[in-house]
């Protein structure tokens, strides 16, 4: 608090805001003055009342002018409001500081349960998906937005020349991303070039360790085989339990069509909520007498699986039950 008794000029920040306090007898002027005349334009206040004037959401300059007496002012600063960028446009909200405030936040997935906790229903996952993704949390548990969200997109082509079995590619399933009815989807394509006598066999695993050899998920072929030197897969997987995966696809040279064997439930996987796998692709050349084998593409993606909540239901329910109703009523 301070009084004045000529005129003088305080600067504000974007988030300041002025307290004028007056008796009925006080003659004088406030005079404001904005860092963008076209957003603030100035104005003067005669006669004031006890008021306060802000949060403006600019910086400002303002000219207190008396007049007649004396005046006592307050500035309150820390109450946020909007930023503008130097032409007036407003930029996004910023805090009392004048930080902006972003309100989609961004974070590690590791920090999802922190934010649900803080009521936060959307985000963006730095390292989940390429180049990230956004995220939002529904039915207790966090969905990407649009249903899904490319985990792995290969940009360099990979070769093997060696034998026995190695790891081409993975994708990386941090702990808890892959949820109970949610699908994973591998599309892979590979060759083999230098000849055509060797075959290369193609199985996808489940690791805890990058480079080291998982568990397999029972889709696994040797289509690429002497003269067939190139091959293009689609196998998918959908989560049973934090253990267990069922195969969505069914062995061969491309994952779909029919077979003898069963969609298998592969089970003992290390623990989906709490361990960070790998999705493996691998190369297995028979001779390894000079051929190579060339991963040439390898796209990972997750499908959220379906969630209707019961309320979500019930809503459903009753709006069919009212639009029966009405149309009752209209017969």
């Not at 032409?87 to 999802?112: C, E, H, Q």
């Not at 080291?212 to 190139?230: E, V």
């Not at 091959?231 to 069914?250: I, P």
């Not at 796998?277 to 593409?297: F, H, I, K, M, N």
Request: aromatic fraction near 8%; proline fraction near 3%.
């Amino acid at each position: 608090m301070a009084t004045i008794t000529t005129t003088t000029s305080l600067s504000f920040d974007a988030a300041a805001s002025l307290t004028v306090g007056v008796d009925k007898n006080f003659e004088g002027s406030i005079a404001f003055t904005s860092a963008n005349d076209d957003v603030w334009p100035s104005f003067t206040v005669t006669k004031p009342q006890s008021k306060t004037y802000g949060p403006f959401g600019i910086a400002m300059t303002v000219v207190i002018t008396v007049g007649n007496g004396s005046l006592d002012y307050t500035i309150n600063g820390g109450m946020g409001g909007f930023g503008y960028d130097t032409d007036g446009n407003v930029t996004g909200l910023v805090s009392g500081d004048g930080t902006p405030i972003n309100l989609t936040p961004s974070g590690l997935w590791a920090t999802r349960a922190t934010l649900a906790a803080a009521g936060v229903t959307s985000a963006f996952f730095t390292d989940v998906g390429v180049g990230g993704s956004f995220w939002f949390y529904a039915g207790s548990r966090w969905r990407p937005v649009g249903g899904r969200v490319t985990l792995k997109n290969l940009t360099t082509d990979v070769s093997n020349n060696g034998a026995p079995k190695v790891v081409m590619d993975y994708a990386t399933l941090l702990a808890g991303l892959w949820q109970d009815g949610d699908i994973i989807r591998a599309h892979i394509v590979k060759e083999r070039t230098g000849g055509t006598s060797d075959t290369d066999a193609t199985d996808v695993l489940l690791g805890t360790v990058a480079a080291t050899l998982g568990t397999t998920l029972n889709l696994t072929t040797s289509a690429m085989a002497t003269t067939a030197i190139s091959l293009a897969l689609d196998y998918a997987w959908r989560r049973v339990s934090s253990t267990s995966v069922r195969g969505q696809a069914v062995p061969g040279a491309s994952g779909s069509g029919s077979n003898t064997s069963p969609n298998g439930l592969i089970t003992g996987l290390s623990n989906l909520d709490s361990v960070d796998t790998y999705l493996q692709v691998t190369s297995d050349l028979t001779t390894a007498g000079g051929e190579v084998a060339w991963l040439r593409g390898y796209t990972v993606e997750l499908i959220a699986g379906a969630w209707c909540s019961l309320t979500l239901l019930s809503l459903l329910a009753l709006r069919c039950a009212i639009g029966s109703l009405l149309t009752r009523r209209q017969q």
